[in-house]
């Protein structure tokens, strides 16, 4: 079983910078992938970036070169950097864990980019 909770979501204005934290109830490194989703109101649940237990990493195109995800040990949280945030960005940022050939979500964290 993985619990994992996230942290650090809110309102920001364009072109402001977020860090999405996600904690989990495991060590990080003993989980084979962990990535962070969004879902916007109408619209499907995409993937934002993914990190596997290699430490590659892949990210949506709309994000690339403005969002990080990283894993942090000293927090054992893996979390996303997000920079250059445009409205587009807006969703609820869920956290997610592959590990031991099961899924677990997170409940999700508001991220609303407005001014």
């Known amino acids: 079983q993985v619990q994992l909770v996230e942290s650090g979501g809110g309102l920001v204005q364009p072109g402001g910078s977020l860090r999405l934290s996600c904690a989990a109830s495991?060590?990080?490194?003993?989980?084979?992938?962990m990535a962070w989703y969004r879902q916007a109101p109408g619209k499907r649940r995409e993937l934002v970036a993914r990190?596997?237990?290699?430490?590659?990493?892949n990210y949506a195109d709309s994000v690339k070169g403005r969002f990080t995800i990283s894993r942090e040990s000293a927090k054992n949280t893996v979390d996303l950097q997000m920079n250059v945030l445009k409205p587009e960005d807006s969703a609820v940022y869920l956290c997610?864990?592959?590990?031991?050939?099961?899924?677990?979500w997170g409940q999700g964290t508001q991220v609303t980019v407005s001014s």
């Open positions: 997610y864990a592959l590990a031991d050939g099961r899924q677990y």
């Open positions: 495991r060590s990080i490194f003993s989980i084979s992938t």
């Open positions: 990190i596997i237990s290699g430490g590659n990493t």
